[in-house]
């Protein structure tokens, strides 16, 4: 679905439209080290790809059951040596960013929550190092290294629960929101070789997403509230199941999705990971559920 002026002008501050140019060599290299020393050694096996539904910024400090799932997940999978994040909530226009902070910051990304939500800092280190090479493995397209973003809660909101202790390094992809599906599609499957190097990449976002039309108040359960949520995310798992890609890119001909997709900035997200992810590696439903009625928060692992 094509973007409208409207969005483009009222999100410029809010989503971290990335406006920046590339770091200077000098910039770069004199944050390596440190990213190198924080990495650790890099797992002998191949990371899993992911895909979290991270619904609310409340899902940071709340205790329910797909909180709770998280945590579990962070002891499940190995540990990574970085995460490259892929977040719904940074969209850029026109090109693609790659982080290459030695310390991002915690950026509070959101309006009219508790005070607890804005007190909250989740200090990993950087990876300036595999951001780099991150820099050179995507060829859809060029990517501006930039010091510009940080951290958003559509990652460190699930990464608190997956990796409480902030010890594993974390970079984050932008979204080229002025691009189509197959694009984001493409750059996944240009990170597919990152997991062979520790890397944990992450996709972050929602199946289902439209604000316009959740049901506030509506207890968490297994089950859409509407029917157009249930369907998609039903047509969602069914693709995947038989791992048909086509149909996922093609996401707009599946049941339901005109309103369960109305705008395509958390769908996206889930695009990369399943690009990351190895034509044979099926994907594994790590949670499925629905918050606010609507808000699909299926998570997968691939591998």
């Not at 920046?20 to 990371?47: D, E, I, K």
Request: contains cysteine.
């Amino acid at each position: 679905m094509p973007m409208t002026t409207t969005l483009a002008t009222s999100e410029l501050g809010r989503r971290g439209f990335l406006m920046g140019t590339a770091l200077g060599a000098t910039a770069v290299l004199a944050s390596l080290a440190c990213s190198v020393q924080a990495a650790g050694a890099a797992p002998s096996r191949r990371m899993p790809v992911v895909f979290i539904g991270h619904g609310s910024p409340m899902n940071a400090i709340s205790d329910n059951a797909f909180t709770r799932r998280l945590s579990a997940w962070g002891r499940e999978l190995p540990r990574p040596s970085a995460i490259l994040s892929v977040s719904a909530h940074w969209l850029s226009r026109g090109a693609t960013g790659v982080g290459m902070q030695a310390k991002p910051k915690t950026i509070h990304d959101f309006g009219g929550f508790p005070q607890a939500l804005f007190d909250i800092e989740y200090p990993a280190p950087g990876h300036p190092a595999l951001a780099q090479e991150t820099v050179g493995a995507v060829k859809q397209t060029p990517v501006i290294a930039t010091e510009q973003w940080g951290l958003d809660h559509g990652t460190w909101s699930v990464l608190k629960h997956l990796y409480p202790k902030a010890d594993i390094p974390v970079f984050q992809l932008s979204i080229d929101y002025d691009k189509p599906a197959a694009f984001h599609y493409a750059v996944g499957r240009d990170l597919a070789a990152l997991p062979d190097k520790g890397v944990l990449v992450m996709g972050s976002g929602n199946v289902v997403h439209n604000l316009r039309a959740t049901d506030r108040g509506t207890p968490d359960g297994p089950s859409a509230s509407r029917p157009w949520a249930q369907s998609f995310d039903d047509a969602v798992k069914s693709a995947l199941a038989g791992r048909d890609d086509r149909a996922l890119v093609d996401y707009a001909k599946l049941e339901g999705a005109s309103t369960a997709v109305a705008m395509p900035d958390h769908y996206y997200p889930f695009l990369y990971a399943l690009g990351a992810a190895g034509s044979g590696e099926r994907a594994k439903t790590i949670y499925e559920g629905f918050q606010s009625g609507t808000l699909s928060m299926r998570c997968l692992q691939f591998g």
